[in-house]
């Protein structure tokens, strides 16, 4: 399996095949789309193009939701694409879902956004898209996690006194972070939670180089994907392991964050009004009833034929843990997608000072957030 840690590595600047093949990938307006009606039409594009950042899994569950049946996949420009759902409604217009990774050189969402203008929202983080503002500045109009599942777990049963990150650094514990330096990378060792020591970034296949060291090292990655992984489908292991988020350190990211062009706050206004709400409500339906978004997304990672693999348990495992682990949920308010601007000034303030390259002078949070567009009707339910 590919590992979920190399998610956000930046990789060839060549976009694949999808924007090449422009026709293959959307945005064109077909007879069938202009004679449909429904609260997007004639507000948004006829084709609306959402870019994830990595192959189908449960992190992009707000974008699949809205996916209706009837839609076609474009095996080779690995999008898929049918009637955008609103609550099982049609909008009167078609979405298209591009899928990241390997299928965009490993690029993060800003410079795709800003290489191919039919896309209209993309996943991102708003600490990355800090770090490039000023070259490609994009803002963030839906907080779909409330929290990070990115996490560093451990073998409890090698170091059981350990309940934090903090605590593996008495035992000089090695953690295999891959081979991509990130802020919350250098956060940790700046902060001295990770001792500079500890950081093994070889780009060491997963699980083969955990289970190998026999739970001697500790490791980075998604906590709705790793510990499921290894404790059920990896016979080698087979056994729990256990983790704290990089939120719960300090480090409050909002990941999953769904950004547009700065153009585009006002250029695409009036669909983002109506847009925004439906995602929303898409995320929310995905958590009252995750099965089918689940099913969605193993079907299209088998189609593709990447060298991902994701099944039908791994989206319910990681469902689950979204919502037992608060990754997915109201802020603090009962609002599910706005953000706090006091949060963001927090990742601006760590990233000053622990990457002190990012060119961010002059920053500020609503510069890269902005609650215009969510419905503060919408909430999950306590």
């Not at 789309?33 to 950042?53: E, F, H, I």
């Not at 965009?104 to 996943?123: H, M, N, R, S």
């Not at 706050?265 to 995905?286: G, S």
């Not at 189609?303 to 099944?311: D, E, H, P």
């Amino acid at each position: 399996m590919t590992s979920p840690l190399t998610r956000g590595v930046l990789g060839a600047t060549a976009l694949a095949a999808c924007l090449a093949l422009s026709a293959a990938c959307g945005g064109e307006k077909t007879a069938e789309t202009k004679a449909r009606s429904g609260v997007l039409s004639g507000v948004c594009p006829a084709t609306v193009v959402l870019q994830t950042d990595w192959d189908p899994e449960a992190e992009h569950s707000a974008f699949y939701r809205l996916l209706g049946d009837g839609y076609t996949v474009d095996g080779k420009a690995k999008s898929a694409k049918g009637p955008l759902m609103a609550a099982g409604t049609d909008t009167g217009v078609d979405v298209e879902i591009r899928i990241g990774g390997s299928s965009i050189g490993y690029q993060t969402a800003e410079p795709v956004l800003y290489q191919d203008k039919d896309i209209l929202l993309a996943y991102g983080r708003v600490s990355e898209h800090l770090a490039t503002y000023k070259k490609t500045p994009v803002v963030s109009v839906f907080a779909q996690m409330e929290k990070s599942p990115y996490a560093i777990y451990w073998d409890p049963a090698t170091y059981p006194a350990a309940r934090t990150i903090a605590d593996l650094k008495k035992d000089k514990v090695k953690i295999l972070f891959g081979s991509e330096t990130t802020v919350w990378q250098e956060y940790l060792v700046g902060s001295g939670i990770v001792d500079k020591s500890q950081v093994d970034q070889s780009d060491s296949p997963k699980p083969a180089t955990f289970v190998a060291a026999g739970g001697k090292v500790a490791e980075a990655g998604f906590i709705t994907a790793e510990p499921y992984m290894y404790e059920v489908e990896t016979k080698a292991w087979g056994k729990p392991v256990k983790g704290q988020l990089i939120h719960d350190t300090g480090f409050p990211e909002y990941f999953q964050s769904v950004v547009v062009r700065r153009e585009d706050l006002t250029k695409e206004k009036d669909c983002l009004t109506k847009l925004v709400p439906i995602l929303q409500r898409a995320e929310a339906d995905y958590i009252a009833d995750p099965a089918p978004t689940g099913k969605l997304l193993a079907d299209l990672a088998d189609r593709y034929q990447t060298s991902w693999v994701y099944t039908t348990a791994q989206a319910d495992a990681a469902a689950k843990a979204q919502v037992d682990l608060g990754l997915v949920g109201n802020g603090d308010d009962a609002v599910l997608g706005n953000y706090d601007l006091k949060r963001v000034q927090t990742l601006i303030d760590l990233i000053g000072k622990y990457a002190p390259d990012a060119d961010i002078s002059g920053i500020t949070p609503a510069d890269l957030v902005t609650n215009e567009f969510i419905d503060p009707s919408i909430g999950l339910k306590p």
